[in-house]
């Protein structure tokens, strides 16, 4: 199927641009979050995809290991067999841990941190 930016084969799609409340819809319905990323920080979309009970694979960079922890699947750049069968591992995970990952973001992440570390981040530079 190929129509206005989209492409799938077989199980794999590539969306164009969705608005905040689509994207929200698709990481509900999405099995699996997949971050090829050469370079990141503390990667929010892998965040907003556990927390909609995604199975993540990401690249080992930035702040991926932080946030997976021992959760998920995380493979090096550029290894596609790694990543292939990372995947596919994913793909046939137990739909009981999408519940695990979105545990570990409410867990490790939660809102009043972020604020807090925020305010503490300005204040330091303010000061």
Sequence with gaps: MQDAGLHELANVRVLPYANREELLRLYQ???????????????????????????????????????????????TFGDVEGTNTALGSALEAPATEGGQMRSRIL????????????MQVVTEVLS
């Design 29 to 75: 319905v999405a099995r699996v979050y997949f971050l090829p990323s050469l370079v990141e920080g503390m990667p929010n979309s892998l965040c907003e995809g556990m927390l909609c009970g995604c199975i993540p694979v990401a690249t080992r960079v930035g702040g991926v290991s932080e946030v997976l922890g021992t959760l998920g699947f995380q493979v």
């Design 107 to 118: 867990d490790f992440f939660p809102l009043a941190r972020r604020e807090r570390e925020i």
